[in-house]
């Protein structure tokens, strides 16, 4: 299986700053046939279910505020918040979905600081 | 608007069985894979396994945690989505959510449900 691994665990960040969020994956995840990078990132408030934000590691998903943005290729990937919102507290998670064997990182808590 | 519900989960002793039922609606169910995925209490998401779409072969993948125990099935024509337990152990324990793919051959979750809480214990 393909192992995610994020870091940090946790973060925190003042209301207005960067928060980045880093996921390494123990393969490529690139398909180079396509040339995508088959890796979501999804955000998971208190109390609800998670939510899609970003996938083919930098396509942001449809209503998805723009603070928000993926990068990366092959088995590094970033998810940066360019300016941290209130509303942004909560845990963040990788998926590779390049096996159909699909994983997940760890998660990411962020919290203001 | 895509709709995902959840249910048949609760409390069950470990070795004993259960099935969940994912009804879903506001799209055209047949057409997506369903993707189950499991949280234990206060963790991380887990992915149990999915089943693809009869247009992508219909076939199921599992986690290696689950293989063999539960079993994924879809009823097109009635719109849900199956998940069946068996064997269960304590570990186990979670919110198993079913979650629909964002396209058709896409393999992330595109829309999730509010997800139904398991418990194994004796």
């Known amino acids: 299986d393909i192992v995610m691994t994020q870091s940090p665990d946790s973060l925190a960040v003042s209301l207005g700053e960067r928060a980045t969020i880093n996921c390494k994956s123990s393969?490529?995840?690139?398909?180079?046939?396509?040339?995508?990078?088959?890796l979501a990132w999804y955000q998971q408030r208190p109390g609800q279910p998670p939510k899609l934000l970003i996938y083919w590691a930098s396509t942001r998903e449809y209503g998805v505020p723009d603070r928000f943005s993926g990068s990366g290729s092959g088995t590094d990937f970033t998810l940066t918040i360019s300016s941290l919102q209130a509303e942004d507290v909560a845990v963040y998670y990788c998926q590779q979905y390049f096996s159909s064997l699909l994983t997940f990182g760890g998660g990411t808590k962020v919290e203001i600081k | 608007e895509v709709q995902l519900v959840e249910s048949g989960g609760g409390l069950v002793q470990p070795g004993r069985s259960l099935r969940l039922s994912c009804t879903a609606s506001?799209?055209?169910?047949?057409?997506?894979?369903l993707i189950w995925v499991r949280q234990a209490p206060g963790k991380g998401l887990e992915w149990v396994g999915l089943?693809?779409?009869?247009?992508?072969?219909?076939?199921?993948e599992y986690a290696a945690s689950v293989k063999g125990r539960f079993t994924i099935s879809r009823d097109d024509s009635n719109s849900i989505a199956y998940l069946q337990m068996n064997s269960l152990k304590t570990e186990d324990t979670a919110v198993y959510y079913c979650?629909?793919?964002?396209?058709?051959?896409?393999?992330?979750?595109?829309?999730w449900g509010q997800g139904t809480l398991v418990t194994v214990s004796s």
């Open positions: 506001g799209f055209t169910f047949g057409n997506y894979a």
């Open positions: 979650t629909r793919s964002h396209d058709y051959g896409d393999l992330f979750v595109g829309s």
């Open positions: 393969q490529s995840v690139l398909y180079s046939s396509n040339n995508k990078n088959y």
């Open positions: 089943i693809r779409s009869k247009d992508y072969t219909g076939t199921t």
